[in-house]
């Protein structure tokens, strides 16, 4: 492995000259470039790291590199074997971009040349910032790329006497095409696009390309639906492209310029002209190395060994490529309402936001450097959510919105860039529409919701875990609230930043929100139900096999999950009964750094828990925030090809590691706090984009030495974890003393930890358990206990009140008052009792606290569950423009988006183009996940021909096919039932979902579907109104 990647680098580091050192300082690395290694997250270690090895320009939309066949972004370092070089790329975690693949081949196309691909060996494969290189083995051809910030360039060397073919796969992106055309413009130049799935396959876009060759090809020929056709100047489809063929005998080397644009073909081929104009390959690697020599040293670093150095520059080399640039040289771009927009003169447009990842960290660290481009990401932001109807864009690529993750992360993205310097940010004009969809859920486009459910998070205080809470990896109503919390904690922030007080205190009350699901009983910030009920159990429960994440939470757990509350640290330390609780939960917590998602430790390869390690800087013991964060960087980043500890998410994880290093991170997204840990280099000096610079002096910095015993400020004594605001843009000077053992002296008083934002906290928090469902037949009882616990400073008394919704379900007793004034926490014993005759059903008991002065407090419920006799599950869904769940729910999601219709006087829903399945999700309370009999009984519309079937999650695995029922064109209503008896339903298929209707041939619609199922730990309620 050491071999192999030691051929990566173009440069040695051990060669490079260092800046002379100034009367005793540390010498700073001079050329940067030459500590910059791409291939370094290119293997899938953990988890798939998902970088890409080609060349880029800063920020460039031109992203040239080869896919291989596993990586799903593109490449992966295990692989041997290239599929082509094509010119869009991201870090994300699933299969997108890799438009236009361009591969060199040599001898007969072949019959099927969209899937050829050709060996190569790490040996002969050189990368390197503004250069990439590789031999292709199968075919002796020698690749030789460049680029610029729309524009790539790509020198092809055949073998002597070889027959040179190039081929264009226009219709093989890496997320699937819905369209693609290409067509021979004249005998050096093709055009065409691409419309291939968006991000995630969610919604769509289309790339334009234009490539010109250096010489006239000698013949060409396109593909087609599986046909190949030799002299062929046009082709369409999903799947096509063509070859062209050159004449190599008096100069072996054919060079390649291919121009991109999201415009027009016209704007591809005025950008190709505009930023490479000559033939030189080595012209345009050697000014995109220049410009990458120019950003890198925006941050000097020095006194680290070769590793480090390469590891930091890496790092920051990922930080400085998305947002991308979107817009062509003349200006346009095309807007979110499909409409052809010109930015102005000066400006740019950018794209590829991947913003619950950035915000954290990526977005604070561009901003320092380069305030302008910061400015114009977010005005782009803004630009984005003017043109889709005033709704605020969620991971926007190109221009639609992707709509991953969860929360509303376009609002902190933009409050970062505003808190870190951003300049000519139209803070104004975003207000309102951050408001609006902070409070009103609507679709919007394809289908996506900014805020899905909002207005139950408005009224309760929180977003229960129930259908509308649905994520990409199941129900996330814990994680939706926290990251709400925090959207409305940034919207307070850019309302104060503008004057508008009102807005400012609204949503600093509701950046307190994370207070309505922390659950006294067990320490844990928690998902709730519409009743207020909290799940039965312990607050961190194993995920089941299979699952990603805990059920509440996304990507994530109750462990993880319960640091995501940077705006007030301090309320939720006390929430969690003080330090003296705090520290062990940390030190346990931390034991594990890259657990994943499904262990109550640190998932350092996600950015979950971005800042927690600075948690220990809020409890007084800021050198185990050295502690961890050393760890962190020494033992998870490295420079082999798995040197990143997961998915880097578009420099998300990166730029964790350059803040690590340089001894800071961002603490509070919305304010410009820089909570402190210890630099990793002797001396760094970081260029500010306001032409001030912080400088950082740790002469005695170490991999073993992380514990600072002094520090100064300016020349001045400083025991403060964090920074003063005016820091990140006004710069300054520190100067670490730094040593191999813990001082638990420096900076541990309250003063001195990271400010926390403790306005609008409650003073107790009121629980109920048990909690969850739970299940009592008529005539039986359950013991529970009342409780309160204190939050800020002293509750005094504390009245609450117990109530149920039928008379059949009692508390005794039903009112009371807890004591608090001496007592961190008071409870009282109570019973629950359901009386003989009772209907069967959910009976949520719910329980009011409030305080002395009549502040409402949180408080907790149960939901009583009364059974049915026969000890089946039984629920249903009626499909229409409005569906009626009744513990089974439809879920549109990638594959799977329909459409509402009408048919023979009854509604129903119907598949759309590219999207052939209808997934179905039950009740996870009342059939959790195991071994059932289920009969599923469907309501269907017989028309056209072809047929469907049931795929449902078995005990055996997902997606087990049953027998098939054949479309024989009526055009009535039918109805088909299937019965199997090895159903698990654990949430095993697409966005969490139990079976899928798969339709082939024409549109498959669907008015109802009912499911009854039995079995061991099934709750027997029949849920569906006509079962009852």
Not at 300 to 323: C, H, I, K, M, N
Not at 914 to 931: A, K, L, M, R
Request: glycine share 12%; aromatic share 10%.
């Amino acid at each position: 492995m050491a071999a192999a990647l030691a051929a990566c680098v173009v440069a040695a580091p051990s060669a490079v000259a260092s800046a002379p050192p100034r009367s005793g300082q540390v010498a700073l690395v001079s050329d940067p470039t030459a500590y910059v290694d791409p291939m370094i997250g290119t293997q899938k270690g953990v988890d798939w790291e998902n970088t890409f090895p080609g060349v880029t320009a800063p920020f460039g939309m031109m992203q040239f590199s080869p896919d291989t066949q596993s990586g799903p972004t593109g490449y992966a370092y295990s692989d041997t074997t290239i599929r082509g070089f094509s010119l869009d790329h991201f870090s994300g975690g699933c299969s997108s971009f890799g438009d236009i693949p361009i591969l060199p081949v040599t001898g007969a196309v072949g019959d099927d040349p969209a899937g050829r691909t050709e060996h190569f060996s790490h040996d002969d494969e050189h990368a390197a910032p503004g250069s990439y290189s590789v031999g292709l083995t199968d075919s002796g051809v020698h690749v030789d790329l460049g680029a610029t910030t729309r524009t790539g360039i790509a020198s092809f060397r055949y073998p002597s006497g070889s027959q040179a073919q190039v081929l264009v796969k226009s219709g093989t992106s890496l997320g699937g095409d819905l369209a693609a055309d290409v067509r021979v413009v004249n005998d050096h130049e093709l055009a065409g696009t691409t419309t291939p799935h968006g991000l995630c396959n969610n919604s769509k876009y289309t790339m334009y390309f234009d490539i010109t060759f250096d010489r006239p090809f000698t013949a060409h020929g396109t593909w087609q639906d599986g046909a190949v056709t030799p002299g062929a100047s046009s082709a369409t489809g999903p799947g096509s492209g063509a070859y062209l063929t050159f004449d190599t005998t008096a100069d072996s080397s054919v060079t390649a310029k291919v121009g991109m644009s999201y415009v027009s073909t016209d704007g591809a081929a005025a950008n190709r002209a505009a930023e490479i104009p000559g033939w030189s390959v080595g012209h345009v690697q050697a000014a995109t190395r220049a410009a990458w020599r120019d950003a890198l040293r925006k941050v000097d670093v020095g006194g680290a060994s070769t590793a480090e150095l390469t590891t930091f520059y890496t790092s920051l080399y990922r930080s400085l490529q998305s947002p991308s640039v979107f817009n062509d040289v003349d200006g346009r771009y095309i807007g979110f309402d499909d409409v052809i927009h010109q930015v102005a003169a000066g400006h740019t447009q950018y794209a590829t936001f991947s913003d619950w990842d950035i915000y954290r960290s990526l977005a604070p660290l561009q901003t320092m450097l380069y305030p302008q481009r910061a400015g114009d990401m977010a005005n782009s932001l803004l630009r984005d959510a003017q043109q889709q109807g005033g709704w605020w864009p969620k991971w926007p690529s190109q221009n639609m919105t992707g709509n991953v993750m969860n929360g509303d992360n376009g609002v902190p993205l933009f409050a970062q860039y505003v808190a870190y310097g951003a300049r000519g940010v139209d803070v104004r004009d975003a207000l309102p529409i951050m408001k609006k969809g902070a409070t009103q859920s609507q679709s919007v486009g394809w289908g996506w919701t900014e805020r899905p459910g909002v207005e139950d998070y408005v009224r309760l205080g929180y977003a229960p875990n129930d259908a509308t809470s649905q994520g990409d990896h199941g129900l996330q109503g814990a994680s939706e609230t926290l990251e709400w919390s925090t959207d409305d904690f940034a919207i307070s922030q850019l309302a104060a930043s503008v004057g508008d007080h009102r807005t400012q205190a609204e949503y600093a009350k509701r950046g307190n929100n994370w207070q309505n699901i922390y659950d006294p009983a067990t320490g844990y910030l928690r998902p709730r139900d519409d009743n207020g009920a909290f799940p039965a159990g312990p607050g961190f429960q194993t995920p089941p096999a299979g699952a990603f994440g805990q059920d509440g939470y996304d990507e994530g757990n109750a462990a993880q999950y319960n640091w995501s509350v940077q705006q007030d640290m301090a309320g939720l330390i006390a929430a969690m009964g003080g330090k003296d609780k705090v520290v062990p939960r940390l030190d346990a917590f931390f034991s594990q750094l890259n657990a994943g998602g499904n262990a109550p430790y640190d998932w350092a390869g996600n950015e979950i828990d971005t800042t927690a390690p600075w948690a220990y800087d809020y409890v007084g013991q800021p050198w185990k925030t050295q502690q961890v964060t050393r760890r962190f960087e020494t033992e998870l980043f490295t420079t082999a090809p798995d040197g990143l500890p997961g998915n880097d998410d578009n420099g998300a994880l990166s730029s964790e590691y350059v803040w690590a290093a340089l001894g800071m991170m961002p603490a509070t997204p919305g304010t410009p706090t820089l909570a402190l840990n210890s630099p990793l280099f002797k001396r760094a000096v970081i260029s500010l984009g306001t032409g001030r610079r912080i400088t950082i002096d740790a002469p005695r910095a170490a991999d073993d030495a992380p514990y600072v015993t002094g520090l100064r400020l300016d020349g001045r004594p400083f025991a403060s974890t964090a920074l003063p605001a005016g820091f990140a843009t006004g710069g300054g000077t520190l100067d670490f003393s730094l040593a191999t053992h813990a001082d638990t002296h420096w900076a541990t008083g309250a003063k001195a930890a990271p400010p926390s934002y403790r306005s609008d906290e409650v003073p107790a928090v009121g629980y109920l358990t048990p909690t969850g469902t739970q299940v009592l037949p008529g005539g039986s009882s359950l013991p529970a206990t009342v409780g309160a616990s204190t939050l800020a400073g002293h509750a005094g008394r504390v009245h609450w009140t117990a109530s149920s919704d039928v008379p059949g379900v009692t508390v005794t007793p039903s009112s009371g008052t807890l004591d608090l004034s001496r007592a961190a926490t008071a409870e009282v014993p109570v019973t629950i009792a359901v009386a003989t005759g009772t209907p069967s059903g959910y009976h949520p008991v719910k329980v009011a606290f409030r305080a002395a002065d009549g502040t409402t407090l949180p408080g907790g419920a149960v939901v009583v569950t009364v059974p049915a006799a026969d000890g089946a599950a039984t629920a249903c869904d009626t499909l229409g423009a409005t569906d009626t769940p009744c513990g089974l729910r439809l879920r549109d999601n990638g594959d799977g988006h329909t459409t509402p219709v009408t048919l023979a006087g009854r509604s129903g829903r119907s598949t759309t183009p590219g999207s052939p399945f209808e997934y179905f999700d039950v009740d996870n309370t009342i059939v959790p996940g195991g071994h059932y009999t289920a009969t599923v009984t469907i309501d269907y519309y017989d028309h056209g021909t072809g047929s469907w079937s049931m795929q449902y999650d078995a005990t055996g695995g997902a997606y087990q096919q049953s027998p098939s029922v054949a479309k024989t064109g009526t055009d009535t209503w039918k109805t088909a039932t299937f019965t199997v008896d090895d159903a698990a339903f654990h949430n095993g298929e697409n966005a969490g979902t139990d079976f899928r209707l798969a339709n082939s041939g024409d549109t498959g619609t669907i008015g109802r579907v009912h499911v009854a199922v039995t079995g061991d730990n099934v709750l027997a309620l029949h849920l569906c109104p006509d079962d009852n």
